[in-house]
């Protein structure tokens, strides 16, 4: 197998024929107009017109690469969740993957009824990932479930540096420990990544924690595109929507009360993950900091 190349690799036209060709080597597909492709610092994607329509080839980052493996898992235990791979290759960091129409953005839904619709969907998919969280920590996907919140708070605060909120940390992992089976935090889900057929897309953020991490870009980023506050009915009916998923595992005020809690502790992933993808974009060299300085804030979406 060839080696992974760097974003700057990714950026010369030996790499594309080579990507194209290994596309016409394990799906036969190959292009028929202009191959348009984009570089984001954590990840570079090529649209491939073909004869049976556009193909999307992803190829993340080293410290993104576990998405490769994580997609194709997802593709197993749940079809009807995620797009089925056209073909995969972990050690290449490649995921080709069909066309899969536009997002609930893209098509202009309301955004709020959108994640309202979504986010049930999304939580059944997370009870149904609980019993696979061994099958995805083995493939790479970082873990910050609650036992491990405590050493990625240390991780964070090395990296990046900050105050010493430990005891808080601490103390949050203590909570949400044992309330609810960790499972995958999505960790970018906004309405660009809920996909209008139902599916969701772009997983290269994820990671092992509290399920209702999640919530912490689905609300927050809701909240900033409609300027509304925490209380408002646009982004209380779609936690509510989705937290009655969970409504076998505690009273609903339990349960609204868990996921401030999880949101609070999910800012600690949500800094890691901007180390890991986008540390070699100066454009986002702050984010680190400004994410884990979050932690600090009265706010519990104060880390998106």
């Known amino acids: 197998m060839g080696s992974v190349g760097t974003v700057q ?20 597909l190959r292009p028929v107009g202009e191959v348009t492709q984009r570089h984001r610092a954590w990840s570079t994607v090529l649209r491939v017109p073909t004869a049976d329509g556009p193909v999307w080839l992803k190829e993340p980052v080293t410290g993104m690469a576990a998405e490769v493996g994580l997609h194709a898992l997802l593709a197993r235990v ?15 960091h490649r995921l080709l993957l069909p066309d899969t ?8 839904s309301d955004p709020s009824a959108a994640l309202t619709a979504a986010l049930p969907r999304y ?3 997370q009870r149904r990932l609980a019993p696979h969280l061994a099958a995805m920590a083995a493939l790479g996907v970082p873990d910050a479930t609650p036992p491990a919140l405590p050493a990625r708070y240390a991780e964070a605060v090395a990296t990046i540096g900050g105050p010493d909120r430990t005891a808080e940390v601490r103390a949050w992992a203590d909570e949400l420990a044992g309330t609810v089976p960790s499972s995958l935090d999505h960790q970018d889900l906004h309405a660009g990544n809920v996909l209008a ?15 209702f991490a999640s ?3 689905a609300l927050g980023s809701l909240r900033r595109r409609l300027q509304v506050t925490t209380d408002d009915v646009a982004v209380t009916r779609p936690r509510d929507a989705y ?17 401030r809690v999880a949101c609070r502790a999910a800012v600690v992933a949500r800094a890691l993950t901007w180390t890991r993808g986008a540390s070699a974009d ?15 804030d009265p706010d519990w979406l104060a880390g998106t």
């Open 9 to 28: 690799e990714r950026g010369t036209p030996g790499w594309r024929d080579e990507v194209l060709a290994w596309i016409a080597d394990v799906t036969g």
């Open 197 to 211: 057929d139902g599916r969701f897309a772009d997983w290269g953020d994820a990671v092992l924690a509290h399920p």
């Open 123 to 125: 939580a059944d998919l």
């Open 101 to 108: 129409g536009p997002s609930v953005r893209d098509d202009g």
């Open 243 to 259: 937290l009655e998923v969970f409504t076998d595992v505690a009273p609903r005020d339990r349960l609204v009360h868990l996921s």
């Open 282 to 296: 100066p454009r986002f060299v702050d984010a680190p900091r400004e994410t884990l300085a979050a932690l600090g």
């Open 78 to 92: 749940a079809p009807d969740a995620v797009a089925t791979p056209l073909a995969v290759d972990v050690e290449r």
């Open 215 to 217: 919530l912490l870009v």
